[in-house]
């Protein structure tokens, strides 16, 4: 293997590590040094792939940017029924339950370049729900409303449950257990 | 993880020729960010179409709205370190 592909190589196995540690300690209490004993490395060598913690957690959060963002754009393809489309962002969200849900709760103590993970995220969720619901809406078959508060009204649903997914799931993944319902529930608050 | 082109203006990934401008994909730009005769917009016309996306789809505030748009652009090729005139 070449020396560059050798640190890309390293590089992915420090951020697969700190994803894991992430997923069950959340970003404040996943340490440099933890990181580096998961990945058998010296501490100093996990500075030579992000320059500091916060570059990090960075690249933690951007990269679950960026498979979300994907995901959802393969299962919303063309043609889903508005039904279709929340249940493909529920799925998206069940299969990283856990790291979404870190991000939902200790997003805004995170380094400023954040915020434009986050908004990248849920312009893509919100692009594909809208971009079916709007026509059903001029069509009378969604009840008609502001969009953003169709978008946001379905967005703070799912993030209740999830924040608080101990409380509604404790042994497993609340989305897994209550998507249907989620699902069920917004089309009935929101069909005429 | 497949490292994916996107939009020079916007950063929108490149999932698609139909992304693309005039879904050409020898252009750089997505479909947002050209105007309809397929040329990239000028930098105020997509500030305000990403910024308009923001509020019209997730009812952000008009001016937060704005910097987060000219924060999102000011990382992209095209308009790199570019801030908005105020």
């Known amino acids: 293997m070449k020396r560059a592909e050798q640190k890309a190589e390293?590089?992915?196995?420090?951020?697969?590590?700190?994803?894991?540690?992430v997923e069950k300690r959340g970003f404040q209490r996943t340490r440099t040094a933890d990181v580096a004993r998961a990945t058998r490395l010296s501490h100093g060598a996990v500075f030579v792939h992000f320059q500091s913690k916060r570059a990090l957690e960075l690249a933690v959060a951007r990269a679950l940017g960026r498979v979300l963002t994907d995901r959802i754009h393969a299962l919303a393809q063309e043609g889903?029924?508005?039904?279709?489309?929340?249940?493909?962002?529920?799925?998206?969200?069940?299969?990283?339950?856990?790291?979404?849900?870190?991000?939902?709760?200790e997003g805004p103590l995170l380094p400023k370049g954040f915020s434009q993970t986050w908004t990248g995220i849920q312009s893509a969720v919100s692009h594909h729900l809208l971009r079916v619901a709007e026509p059903a809406m001029a069509a009378g078959t969604i009840k008609?409303?502001?969009?953003?508060?169709l978008?946001?009204?379905?967005?703070?649903?799912?993030?209740?449950?999830?924040?608080?997914?101990?409380?509604?799931?404790p042994n497993g993944s609340v989305l897994r257990k209550h998507g249907r319902m989620l699902v069920d529930h917004y089309l009935a608050l929101v069909t005429p | 993880m497949e490292n994916q082109a996107g939009c020079v203006s916007c950063g929108m990934p490149f999932?698609?020729?139909?992304?693309?401008?005039?879904?050409?994909?020898?252009k750089d730009?997505?479909?947002?960010?050209?105007?309809p005769d397929g040329?990239?917009?000028?930098?105020?016309?997509?500030?305000?179409?990403?910024?308009?996306?923001?509020?019209?789809?997730?009812?952000?505030?008009?001016?937060?709205?704005?910097?987060m748009a000219a924060e999102?652009?000011?990382?992209?090729?095209?308009?790199?370190?570019?801030q908005p005139a105020r």
Not at chain 1, 151 to 162: D, K, P, R
Not at chain 2, 42 to 66: C, I, K, N, W
Not at chain 2, 72 to 82: D, I
């Open chain 1, 80 to 105: 889903a029924s508005f039904r279709e489309v929340l249940q493909a962002h529920l799925r998206c969200l069940e299969e990283h339950e856990e790291l979404y849900a870190r991000l939902l709760v």
């Open chain 1, 144 to 149: 008609r409303q502001p969009p953003h508060l």
């Open chain 2, 39 to 67: 040329t990239l917009k000028s930098y105020d016309e997509a500030l305000t179409g990403m910024s308009g996306f923001f509020q019209h789809t997730q009812g952000v505030d008009p001016a937060v709205a704005r910097k």
């Open chain 1, 151 to 169: 978008f946001n009204t379905w967005i703070g649903l799912v993030h209740h449950y999830v924040v608080n997914r101990k409380l509604f799931a």
């Open chain 2, 29 to 35: 730009y997505c479909r947002h960010c050209a105007r």
């Open chain 1, 10 to 21: 390293t590089r992915r196995r420090v951020l697969t590590a700190a994803t894991r540690l």
């Open chain 2, 72 to 82: 999102t652009m000011a990382h992209q090729p095209a308009w790199r370190g570019r």
């Open chain 2, 15 to 26: 999932r698609s020729i139909e992304d693309h401008a005039m879904s050409d994909p020898a």
